[in-house]
């Protein structure tokens, strides 16, 4: 069974595409095809894309899924009245939290994802160079200045958790690679000792260590699976030694590790 | 007026939050205190949140908000109970739609953002990795392997919206930033005019460009806001002159920069 699935808002479309997503996910054995429409914001668009709309059942022989995040009524109606069944997924909380807070909603679209506090921006824009400048050990003077600092293997997952925690959460994130320069010297550098707090070691399980090894240089000795095994039995190690909680991200997204870093932090009292 | 949000969930919590905010970017006036509380997966975490709820109430002088993202209903009936207005963002689109789908809801918790498809998740990885690489024009002849490159002067935001677009959307970004060389030759590299169907211009204004880089480097001839205005001028000459989408970054965040390029893409045939 195949049907035809639109996030559609007035404007980037993130928060229908999210929470959709997550819907979705409930229903594993579905085959979704998914429509990404941001900016539907004039009557003419939403009229477009009914057409759109009426395609896709004639095409699925079932009518299109539509989760959308409308503020604007004489849009919303356009779409409501269309060949699809549609599931509005703010409006209907719109009202109870008015009633609850006592304040009118502004009813101005594309509020969730614009600037509307520059200081935070700037303050996730600043991460994000943060994390850029130092990704994989480039700079260790700079951990001190880093709100967490993540350690692990080449390839165990360390560059896109960073850059996660930076674009999502706005944290200065560092990471400093495990590598045959530290498990030689048996210690960590001195750097990352002395911000022990804000450390976080990734671990991997070895068979997936060197599948994703074997992609980046296959056939090597940094890519055998007895490399792998021994790297992160090393690791572990020395992670162990200094005493900082490990994440497994052998199956894990980076946004799960990511929320996993952030409740850590939080926890001890650190963010 | 002050009110505690807490942002519930029984995994990341990122579906609660990224609804959340949505809702409270409605009501401005409004001081909100954000919580964020991933991994309430137990009832013994459900109750000492509720404990946490009571103090907030307390605090404020008003009952906390609650926005949950709850699968399993002994814990979302604890919350339920607790000294807080709730809302309960996903269960109620969940019995609609698997009426609609005449398909039961898995009913396991964690779906959202776990890899629940291994082949997606390793693109977007990818996605990140050819970002990391191929920032800040490293490699020219890479730009033909990419979904998208973006062009444009120095600080216009042209890394952190390559970041978004592999980290949020798994595409190829590439960046190309236009320097001296590319103004004084009057004319972008032969690599950026072969992919011309997937490039994109950053612009900015030059009173914004000028702080920025003067955060960067303070009082240099590259911050001066003569220099940032002769680099916008050349810079849209160029842009112009290739026929390129230009998209202004002054006062756009990244997920809407990144939408619009999405957007821009899809209208183009590109993706």
Not at 98 to 113: A, I, T
Not at 227 to 232: A, F, K, M, P, T
Not at 247 to 264: H, K, W, Y
């Amino acid at each position: 069974m195949k049907r035809t699935v639109f996030f559609v808002s007035e404007s980037t479309g993130i928060t229908a595409e999210t929470l959709g997503h997550s819907l979705l996910s409930q229903f594993d054995s579905v085959d979704f095809e998914q429509v990404y429409m941001p900016y539907i914001n004039t009557e003419a668009r939403a009229r477009a894309l009914t057409q759109r709309l009426h395609e896709a059942a004639e095409r699925d022989g079932a009518r299109p899924l539509v989760f959308s995040t409308m503020l604007d009524a004489s849009i919303a109606a356009i779409l409501r009245e269309g060949d699809c069944f549609h599931l509005e997924l703010f409006e209907q909380f719109v009202e109870p939290l008015s009633q609850e807070l006592g304040v009118s909603p502004s009813r101005e679209s594309g509020r969730s994802h614009a600037i509307t506090k520059p200081s935070m921006y700037t303050k996730r824009i600043e991460a994000i160079n943060f994390a850029m400048s130092n990704d994989d050990g480039m700079r260790p003077d700079n951990f001190r200045h880093a709100d967490v600092v993540l350690v692990g293997v080449s390839r165990s997952g360390k560059t896109p958790t960073c850059l996660y925690l930076a674009i999502h959460y706005g944290l200065r994130a560092a990471n400093h690679p495990l590598t045959e320069d530290d498990f030689e010297r048996e210690a960590l550098p001195p750097e990352v000792c002395a911000v022990k707090e804000k450390v976080f070691g990734l671990t991997i399980e070895a068979r997936r260590l060197h599948l994703i090894r074997e992609e980046r240089r296959p056939g090597s000795e940094y890519a055998s699976l007895a490399r792998c095994r021994n790297d992160i039995r090393l690791a572990h190690e020395m992670l162990g030694r200094l005493g900082v909680p490990v994440l497994d991200t052998t199956s894990q997204s980076i946004e799960e590790i990511s929320a996993q870093v952030l409740r850590g932090l939080r926890n001890s009292g650190q963010h």
